[in-house]
């Protein structure tokens, strides 16, 4: 399957952004799917992670609260709607995905994962 991310940008600390990934050429369905980042200087982190049928979904501890992951699997996409962004939320997003168990919960691991996107850029300025 590819991954196609989009929808990073500037934006003012506390803005908002909703970044889209389309996957192509696999069945959309059977993919467990997540979200990391990669601020400048560190390693890749983590953001959230949702179920292939989107009944559960994860969040690192930073941005719970703040952000939501979703899917649509009629439309080969998943999202991330972040909201009150600060500037450590400042990194290249990654999408990834994974052939899941149906019953599996999302996987929090970048080893877990299998097929990435190209990322893109979110910067929060203040």
């Known amino acids: 399957v590819q991954l196609q991310a989009s929808g990073g940008g500037l934006v003012q600390v506390g803005g908002s952004l909703r970044l889209s990934c389309a996957a192509s050429g696999g069945t959309f369905s059977r993919y467990g799917m997540g979200w990391f980042r990669q601020a400048p200087g560190k390693e890749r982190e983590f953001v959230a992670g949702i179920s292939r049928t989107g009944g559960s979904t994860l969040y690192a501890d930073s941005v719970k609260g703040r952000f939501t992951i979703s899917r649509g699997n009629a439309k080969n996409t998943v999202y991330l709607q972040m909201n009150s962004l600060k500037p450590e939320d400042t990194g290249i997003y990654y999408c990834?995905?994974?052939?899941?168990?149906?019953?599996?919960?999302?996987?929090?691991?970048?080893?877990?994962?299998?097929?990435w996107g190209q990322g893109t850029q979110v910067t929060v300025s203040s």
């Open positions: 990834a995905g994974r052939v899941a168990i149906n019953t599996m919960p999302p996987y929090v691991r970048e080893r877990d994962y299998d097929y």
